[in-house]
T-cell receptor, first 112, second 111 residues
Framework: KAGVTQTPRYLIKTRGQQVTLSCSPI?????VSWYQQTPGQGLQFLFE???????NKGNFPGRFSGRQFSNSRSEMNVSTLELGDSALYLC???????????FGQGTRLTVV | SQELEQSPQSLIVQEGKNLTINCTSS?????LYWYKQKYGEGLIFLMM?????EEKSHEKITAKLDEKKQQSSLHITASQPSHAGIYLC???????????FGQGTRLTINP
């Protein structure tokens, strides 16, 4: 059974640009959550999608957005990139609420 | 808001020794997850605990959730170099598939 796949693995963007990250969950999982990991703030929840609907949102500015498609694949978008957006972005796949959550390898975003 | 405190923050042990990592919550734990992370990589799922007193094992790693559900411990028996990494505990927000994480414990195994 394939795991959670995130693409791309690495990205370098310039301040002010926008970026789109992709996450393909484990087959059959309908929940996809996104997290940002930085040395200073640790792992922080961005948002969660279930059956194409955003169910929960973390405390991040509106520049961070996401969506989920009918096949459960999810994308997150960051517009007007700032240096502080440099981080490891991780997505987690779950069958539903209160179930095991499996993470992908992450996308390392560097903003210069 | 909930806070998870992990202790110790870092740990260096000799190969073959046992060790314990603790995760303490400011609130009752709803669903406690343990993960391992190699630097810069994704999180590897270890175990999920939900019931007070619950204990689960995977190979040489055992995790337990105390009866009052405000602390969990992760115990590694006869540590090996492959156990090195960052261990993270995370708790579910009730009614949501949203995890709050501790700051992590960096484990180094010396030969």
């Amino acid at each position: 059974k394939a795991g959670v796949t995130q693409t791309p693995r690495y990205l370098i963007k310039t301040r002010g640009q926008q970026v789109t990250l992709s996450c393909s969950p484990i087959s059959g999982h309908r929940s996809v959550s996104w997290y940002q990991q930085t040395p200073g703030q640790g792992l922080q929840f961005l948002f969660e999608y279930f059956s194409e609907t955003q169910r929960n949102k973390g405390n991040f500015p509106g520049r961070f957005s996401g969506r989920q498609f009918s096949n459960s694949r999810s994308e997150m978008n960051v517009s007007t990139l700032e240096l502080g957006d440099s981080a490891l972005y991780l997505c987690a796949s779950s069958w539903g609420v209160n179930t095991e959550a499996f993470f992908g390898q992450g996308t390392r975003l560097t903003v210069v | 808001s909930q806070e998870l405190e992990q202790s110790p923050q870092s740990l260096i042990v000799q190969e073959g020794k046992n060790l314990t990592i603790n995760c303490t919550s400011s609130k009752t734990l709803y669903g406690l997850y343990w993960y391992k992370q190699k630097y810069g990589e994704g999180l590897i799922f270890l175990m999920m605990l939900q019931k007070g007193g619950e204990e689960k094992s995977h190979e040489k790693i055992t995790a337990k959730l105390d009866e009052k559900k405000q602390q969990s411990s992760l115990h590694i028996t006869a540590s090996q170099p492959s156990h090195a990494g960052i261990y993270l505990c995370g708790d579910l927000t009730q009614g949501a598939q949203k995890l709050v994480f501790g700051q992590g414990t960096r484990l180094t195994i010396n030969p």
